[in-house]
C-alpha cells in the first residue's frame, strides 16, 4: 500500500500565502524537507504543553510565577521603629511642605513573614495629613516559605483621608536565596481596624 506524501500542516509558512493544506495548495510549492513522509493525513500543528519541576528540579509542581503566571502572596506587618534623623538636602530650598527622612523595622506575618530595614521620604504636613512619601525597603524573610532578601520600593499620596497615585515593585535583580530573579508588585492598605497588609503580585526567574 502506497502511503501519501501529502504535506505535513506544520511546514513552515506565511499567512500571506497559505498553508500546505489549504485548497489549492501541491506538493511544489512545499520544500521536499517539509513534507510528512510517515503520516497519510495533514494534522493541525500542536504545542508542547510546559515540563514541570519541583524546586529540586524532578517532575513535579510548576515553581510561582513560571511561564507569565504571577503568584499573589498576602501579608500583615507592624511598625517596630520610626526614627526621624537629622539628615536634611542640600542645597536648601524652601518649599510649601517640610521634607523629612527617617529609618524604620518592620514585623511581617502570613505568606510574606520576615522583617525590612526601610529608608523613609517624605514631604508631609502633620497637621492637615497631606504629603507624598517614597520608600526603599530592604526585606529578608520567606514568601511563600521560600526563603531569602530582596528590595521593594512603593510611594503614595494622601489628602489627609485617602491614598492616591500608589506605586510598588520589586526590584530586579535584588533577589538572594530562594528569592534570586523574584519580580513583580505589589501593594499596601490598612483596615478599618489599624490592620497593615501587603501583597505581592511575583514572578520567579
Known amino acids: 500500500m502506497r502511503l501519501s506524501r501529502r504535506p505535513n500542516c506544520t511546514a513552515r509558512t506565511t499567512p500571506s500565502t497559505g498553508g500546505p493544506c489549504s485548497p489549492g495548495a501541491s506538493r511544489s510549492s512545499v520544500p521536499r524537507s517539509s513534507w510528512n513522509w510517515t503520516s497519510r493525513r495533514c494534522t493541525a500543528p500542536t504545542t508542547r504543553r510546559p515540563r514541570r519541576s519541583r524546586r529540586d528540579g524532578q517532575p513535579g509542581i510548576v515553581r510561582p510565577g513560571r511561564y507569565g503566571r504571577p503568584m499573589r502572596a ?19 530650598v524652601a518649599t510649601g511642605l517640610p521634607v523629612g527622612v527617617a529609618t524604620m523595622e518592620k514585623h511581617f506575618e502570613g505568606e510574606v ?5 526601610t529608608l ?5 504636613d502633620q497637621e492637615s495629613g497631606v504629603g507624598t512619601y517614597v520608600a526603599m525597603e530592604s526585606f529578608e524573610g520567606s ?11 512603593h510611594s503614595a499620596t494622601t489628602s489627609g483621608s ?3 497615585a500608589e506605586f510598588f515593585t520589586i526590584v530586579p535583580s535584588s533577589g538572594t536565596g530562594d528569592l534570586a530573579g523574584i519580580s513583580g508588585t505589589g501593594g499596601l492598605t490598612v483596615d478599618a481596624d489599624g490592620t497593615h497588609r501587603i501583597w505581592l503580585d511575583y514572578e520567579l526567574d
Open 74 to 92: 498576602d501579608g500583615t506587618f507592624s511598625v517596630k521603629a520610626f526614627v526621624p534623623t537629622e539628615l536634611t538636602p542640600e542645597p536648601a
Open 113 to 117: 513573614a520576615g522583617r525590612s530595614a
Open 120 to 124: 523613609f521620604t517624605a514631604a508631609y
Open 143 to 153: 514568601v511563600h516559605d521560600r526563603s531569602g532578601a530582596f528590595n521593594f520600593a
Open 162 to 164: 485617602d491614598r492616591t
